[in-house]
């Protein structure tokens, strides 16, 4: 089968696009160009081999690619679009990785060029870990990917979101089209909330003057282990997904904030109806997750220790 895209390139190579790098060349059989603002990335990517070839100039890396995908925070992608856009050939397909997407559209619609095809995504996958040593091949298999394609009334438009959807699926994802701002509100409840609460949860319990920051590592529970995890994504990224979706990560966290209020009264008048009626639901949440296929019921999370 041809590939969906013969060239592709990756503008930013961290987690992400390391990731795409690899799984781009072993599953979707395309040749993958590579560039990074950091010249110590680029370096790495080179060393690691993870595309065809790693440029040095942004234009460079995008001329004559079929596919660029913009794997930079979500701040840096209007400059990174902007650096590459002279170069495009007509007819290539832009696309991104941001966890945001209504300020990326409202960012990259005016910078890509007319005979461009702007259709942002945003892949549900990750590790805690970043820059292009973390990268694996198999990161997007069985994950959602999002496209969130633009009122584009080109025939050719809808082709290129056709076969955007094609290539993520090549590279093992579940693909999923939606509007862009129910996507921000989606994900400011089932991602960005989650990790602020991690950040501030982790950082409080540096500041507590009840208990030392000693004991707090050295009796680290499983509850307060998968905080840390979660903690240790990239602070770049994630400082600008909180201020790119802020409308909606308030909203949801107003939500939050008052049923954090009912908690905190159930607790202090001994309402155990309330708090357990709470914890059934949550619990039950948990076995829908496994059933969806998006975690592992084994013991410890699949941990070894």
Do not use: C
Request: no cysteine; proline share 6%.
């Amino acid at each position: 089968m041809a590939p969906a895209f013969e060239r592709v390139a990756v503008i930013g190579v961290g987690l992400i696009g390391a990731s795409i790098a690899l799984a781009a060349r072993h599953d979707a059989n395309a040749s993958v160009a590579l560039y990074d603002a950091d010249p110590r990335v680029r370096e790495r990517a080179r060393a690691l081999k993870l595309g065809d070839a790693v440029f040095d100039d942004p234009q460079a890396a995008v001329a004559g690619a079929d596919l660029v995908v913009l794997a930079v925070p979500v701040g840096a992608m209007a400059e990174a679009l902007e650096a590459a856009a002279p170069a495009l050939k007509p007819g290539v397909v832009i696309t991104d990785v941001g966890s945001v997407k209504g300020a990326v559209v409202e960012a990259l619609s005016p910078l890509a060029p007319p005979h461009a095809f702007l259709i942002p995504g945003h892949p549900i996958a990750g590790t805690e870990h970043s820059g292009p040593d973390a990268g694996f091949a198999t990161l997007f298999k069985g994950r959602w990917h999002i496209l969130t394609p633009l009122a584009d009334a080109r025939p050719e438009y809808a082709q290129a979101v056709d076969r955007l959807e094609a290539f993520w699926r090549a590279l093992g994802a579940n693909v999923e089209r939606m509007d862009a701002q129910r996507h921000d509100v989606v994900l400011a409840v089932t991602s960005h909330l989650p990790h602020l609460i991690a950040f501030n949860i982790v950082a409080m319990a540096e500041d507590l003057e009840s208990v030392t920051e000693s004991e707090v590592v050295k009796y680290s529970a499983s509850g307060f282990r998968d905080f840390t995890r979660i903690a240790a994504s990239d602070p770049t990224m994630w400082r600008d997904v909180f201020i790119a979706n802020k409308d909606a990560v308030l909203e949801v966290l107003g939500r939050f904030s008052e049923d954090l209020a009912v908690l905190q009264r159930a607790i202090r008048w001994g309402d155990g109806k309330t708090l357990y009626e709470l914890f059934d639901r949550a619990r039950r949440m948990r076995r829908e997750v496994i059933e969806a296929g998006q975690d592992t019921p084994a013991p410890n999370w699949g941990r070894e220790n």
